[in-house]
């Protein structure tokens, strides 16, 4: 096994996930298969459950595992897709290590952090190099070096160190350097305690990546590298960049993947990088601004939508257009709707739970039909606008979604046949790749250019296909469904401009230099 972890420290958002999936796209485009792990230390079992307001948003591998947003970055910068054994959290471990003591396995033997513990995120790193086929893993520890919750963590990296040796274990420490405004200074001194506290669990880092909000002067990344123990050239300056698309080029220009490689004793060929350069030529050459009005109920954490914002820009960006998103607090649509919408080139709906701010959602919409403004819908989105169109087009008044109210007569949204057994909220969503077979002769069939389509999903209720015919008859229509053609999986308007939704998650397949075709049939009735 070759594996670079990747810590972090001072605090998180510096980041250190960007960090890893640039070193990882730039040993991928030099011809390794890589593969990427993160654990996190908290004790919740996995983030399918975590308020998206607190942890952002929720990445669902192709093998429906809910996983950490770091995940998306791996996937769309590596351009591969990750898999289950790819997000792991403390919660998780300990789950699996308790069922095992109370199942007897260990024998009445007493059960410990050191050796249990560790030797069980050692068993899910070597799971995901062999699932993956890998020839360098790159594991990202969560949280920041000194953190209690994973000091088990850094000691199981300090482990597979000695047992494998240095050249199939390698170390990147991602810190930041601070910038003081009072004086006008970068401070070093911090560093230099995170690196000193690396080393008091065992680890000497091998490469160090100083993060800086500006430009970093060579003579202080000379005294970084010396008071640190670290060469110069092993020493990274990674300053804050306008887009995190360039972060793998201002590494390549370091000869970062190069360095790194010749470490882990594999050959290090130029990486091919033509993808990227494009989309960079792209982004330079994006001058018209386009307004995307993002109608959401976690708008306060911009995370929350981290995927599906990253798409809408690099959408844009592919038909050379500069995306502005507006997030708009959806209960806020309810009281004031025309001035919050009425400046906007397009809006979107993206996923969510619960019954808070879907009266503004379906205001939003009932706005973007009649006014012919583009309109594209995520998951929840799909549902509102099923909803909109009944209540507003058929006259039915008391239309809704039986996740908002079980109790009333026409939910037009109600539960999947399969979710009402269950009795539990955690991993057991309609989660995973779905096949969707198109209408011809569709804007979807238009749009994505194919009559079967596999997308990603995360979802327990679905179009009611009671209300169907009725809802055809007047201009709703669902163009593409599952095989059997029982769950509507895309629907569209007739006579609008763009008014298309998808009971999917696009955003989690799409990728920067090739988005997703609904983002850019999105953009494109925009322009
Ligand atoms: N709450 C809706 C459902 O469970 C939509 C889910 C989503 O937007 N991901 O079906």
Redesign the pocket.
């Known amino acids: 096994m070759k594996i670079i972890f990747v810590t972090g420290w001072v605090l998180s958002g510096i980041g250190k996930g960007i960090a890893a999936a640039s070193i990882g796209a730039l040993i991928a485009w030099s011809g390794k298969k890589v593969f990427c792990q993160k654990f996190d230390g908290y004790l919740n079992v996995d983030p399918g459950t975590m308020n998206p307001t607190q942890h952002g948003e929720v990445f669902v591998t192709a093998d429906g595992a809910e996983t950490d947003l770091d995940i998306g970055h791996y996937e769309r910068f590596l351009d591969t897709d990750m898999n289950k054994y790819s997000s792991f959290t403390t919660g998780r471990l300990y789950e699996e290590i308790i069922l095992k003591e109370r199942r007897g396995d260990f024998l009445g033997g007493t059960v410990q952090i050191v050796p249990h513990l560790t030797d069980l995120v050692k068993e899910k790193i070597r799971v995901g190099f062999e699932s993956s086929g890998a020839d360098v893993s790159i594991v990202e520890i969560g949280g920041t070096v000194g953190d209690m919750e994973n000091e088990y963590l850094l000691e199981t990296a300090r482990q597979l160190r000695h047992e494998l040796g240095e050249t199939n274990v390698r170390f990147v420490h991602v810190a930041l350097l601070p910038y003081l405004m009072a004086s006008k200074e970068l401070k070093s001194k911090p560093i230099q305690h995170s690196v000193r506290t690396l080393m008091s669990y065992g680890i000497n880092p091998d490469f160090l990546i100083v993060r800086a909000d500006t430009d970093i002067p060579e003579d202080m990344m000379s005294k970084i590298a010396s008071a640190s123990g670290i060469p110069r050239s092993a020493t990274i300056s990674a300053p804050t960049l306008d887009s995190i698309y360039r972060v793998p080029l201002a590494f390549n220009e370091e000869h970062f993947w190069e360095k790194i490689l010749l470490k882990l004793d594999l050959e290090a060929p130029k990486p091919d990088m033509k993808n990227w350069i494009e989309l960079m030529n792209n982004i330079d050459n994006s001058l018209d601004v386009i307004r995307i009005g993002m109608v959401g109920k976690y708008v306060n954490l911009e995370d929350a939508y981290y995927s599906l914002n990253e798409w809408l820009k690099c959408a844009g960006f592919h038909l050379r257009h500069r995306i502005k998103i507006r997030f708009i607090e959806a209960e806020e649509v309810e009281l004031r709707w025309a001035s919050l919408l009425e400046w906007l080139d397009g809006i979107c709906i993206?996923?969510?739970?619960?019954t808070r701010g879907t009266e503004g959602m379906i205001q939003a919409a009932e706005y973007a039909r009649i006014n012919k403004i583009p309109f594209l819908w995520?998951?929840?989105?799909s549902?509102i606008m099923a909803i909109e169109f009944a209540r507003n087009v058929l006259g039915i008044a008391d239309a809704s979604s039986e996740?908002f109210t079980p109790k009333w007569k026409n939910n037009i949204i109600h539960i999947m046949e399969d979710q009402k057994k269950l009795d539990s909220k955690w991993g057991n969503?309609r989660l995973w790749n779905y096949t969707c077979v198109i209408r011809k002769w569709s804007l979807a069939e238009k749009v994505y250019d194919s009559l079967s389509i596999v997308e990603r999903h995360?979802?327990?209720?679905?179009f009611n296909p009671k209300y169907r015919e009725q809802m055809e008859k007047s201009g709703f229509i669902v163009s593409a469904t599952s095989p059997d053609g029982t769950l509507a999986e895309v629907v569209e308007l007739k006579d609008h401009p763009y008014m298309i939704a998808t009971q999917a998650?696009p955003e989690l397949i799409s990728r920067p230099h090739c988005p997703h075709p609904l983002f850019v049939g999105f953009v494109r009735a925009m322009i």
């Open positions: 993206p996923g969510g739970f619960g995520i998951c929840l989105g549902q996740e969503m995360r979802h327990r209720f679905e998650h």
